[in-house]
């Protein structure tokens, strides 16, 4: 067979192990992975020189368009950004327009397929009582997560999630859950308006962690009895990680992802960065912090993700002098591999198979993108080529955001992909972008809990 492109002298990181050899791909495709690369006979031929080549990371969670606030990011910026990253797959997550018909969907689908550099997904949401009846007609497009809350300013009445649980199961679908208790959420703010307080710390102080745990306890007891597929996104406590634990020992189809912002952050960081770390849901203490982490060795957490949210400068700034007007959102996806490389990987926290796991594998495999997050035959030829011994101060304006600021500022991290390839082609090469917007497609996804 002649192929198209062949990667020898490579160490090719997989969700099983690290192996030396070389890869074959043709039509996009991985074809061939083989221990001596001369029996490959390629149009082009990439030699890596030793270095890692891994699976392209996808973030299932990056509000990277929405149609009524572009100012903030949009699918050219975004893309670009989690290209440079080494994210091949984005799962675009609604912001505030509302993806909940056949209509809008369609929108996104055009403008991302003209605009987007990388490979992308799309989660519907938010389902309410008022749309719930519109999730069967977006399963059939290839939407198979919806988004949901428990709180406002999306907040489904607890009916709907039964309902939702059961409509998982029948289209083979997953829900997606902000979970914070909205009547604990609702008491802690109005006390912390009381004292009169608007610094940046005052905002996580005022969002209780025993609100993420009163909403995640209700979800994973609609679970047992309805049975279906959960997935709590943005975690940030340890009770977090106990119910998922809980919920898996007893069988059930529960997964959750952890944000980089709440892996590196507590909430005295605010201190320091303000309004540029205003999220929801909020930072936690360190012990939380550890929580997280010990969640995600120990393989409980399933998925690291962003949350990727970012504002304008002026939609920040003014949250120095009262943070309840400033925008709630962190910009996340060109950093999602670094950070998760360098303290995961090289601090000796996560295994490299580990950090696959959690990148790439897992998220294909929740999200249903049947054909990516792995290194094998038959697999779409999205990889990442990289030196794990390089290193680079996180600059701002080196980032590919439309909005070209981060809390990550001056970090110095390993992980930075050198090549990136989607589906065969070379989008990044030597950290020289030599793709085309355009080239991204629409990943139907498919099989959920396969």
């Known amino acids: 067979m002649f192929y198209d492109l062949k990667i020898v002298n ?46 392209g990371v996808i973030d299932v969670h990056a509000h990277i368009y929405d ?25 675009v997550m609604p912001l505030d327009t509302h993806i909940d018909n056949v209509e809008i969907l369609k929108h996104y689908i055009e403008v991302g397929e003209k605009e987007s550099y990388v490979d992308f997904s799309i989660q519907g949401g938010f389902i309410k009582s008022n749309n719930i009846a519109s999730v069967e007609e977006l399963a059939k497009w290839g939407i198979k997560a919806f988004k949901m809350f428990t709180c406002k300013p999306y907040m489904a009445s607890d009916d709907v999630f039964i309902k939702m649980l059961e409509l998982t199961k029948k289209l083979d679908i997953i829900i997606t859950v902000h979970a914070e ?36 306890e209700k979800l994973l007891s ?61 930072l936690r203490s360190k012990e939380h912090v550890e929580a997280l982490w010990k969640g995600l060795q120990q393989g409980i957490v399933d998925v690291v993700t962003t949350d990727h949210a970012p504002g304008s400068r002026d939609e920040k700034e003014v949250g120095w002098e009262d943070i309840w007007k400033a925008w709630g959102g962190v910009a996340g996806v060109e950093t999602l591999l670094p950070i998760t490389f360098t303290y995961g990987f090289k601090k000796g926290v996560l295994s490299l198979e580990r950090i696959i ?65 989607l589906r065969g082609s070379i989008i990044v090469e030597n950290q020289e972008l030599v793709g085309a917007k355009g080239q991204g497609k629409f990943i139907r996804a498919l099989n959920v809990f396969r």
């Open 357 to 421: 796991e959690v990148l790439s594998f897992n998220p294909a495999k929740i999200f249903g993108l049947k054909f990516k997050g792995d290194i094998k035959p038959g697999l779409d030829a999205d990889l990442i080529i990289l030196d794990p011994n390089y290193v680079k101060k996180v600059k701002a304006e080196d980032l590919h955001y439309k909005n070209p600021w981060t809390p990550y500022e001056g970090l110095e991290l390993y992980g930075w992909p050198e090549t990136v390839i």
């Open 67 to 91: 149609p009524r606030f572009v100012h903030r990011e949009d699918f050219e910026h975004g893309t670009l950004a989690a290209a440079f990253g080494g994210v091949t797959t984005v799962i």
């Open 10 to 55: 490579a160490k090719i990181a997989t969700i099983s192990g690290v192996y030396e050899g070389a890869i074959g791909i043709s039509k996009g495709k991985i074809k061939a992975i083989v221990k001596n690369g001369d029996v490959l006979k390629a149009e082009k031929t990439l030699d890596v020189e030793g270095k890692l080549v891994l699976p």
């Open 222 to 282: 609609y679970l047992e009895y309805v049975g279906g597929n959960l997935h709590l996104c943005h975690i940030t406590t340890s009770y977090a990680v106990d119910i998922i634990k809980e919920g898996k020992e007893k069988g059930l189809n529960i997964t959750g992802e952890v944000c980089t912002h709440h892996l590196l952050f507590t909430y005295d960081d605010a201190k320091k960065w303000g309004p540029y770390l205003k999220m929801n849901p909020p």
């Open 181 to 216: 208790d909205d009547y604990i959420l609702d008491h802690g703010v109005k006390e912390a308006l009381k004292t009169g307080r608007k610094d940046p710390v005052i905002h996580h102080l005022s969002r209780s962690p025993l609100a993420e745990k009163a909403a995640m």
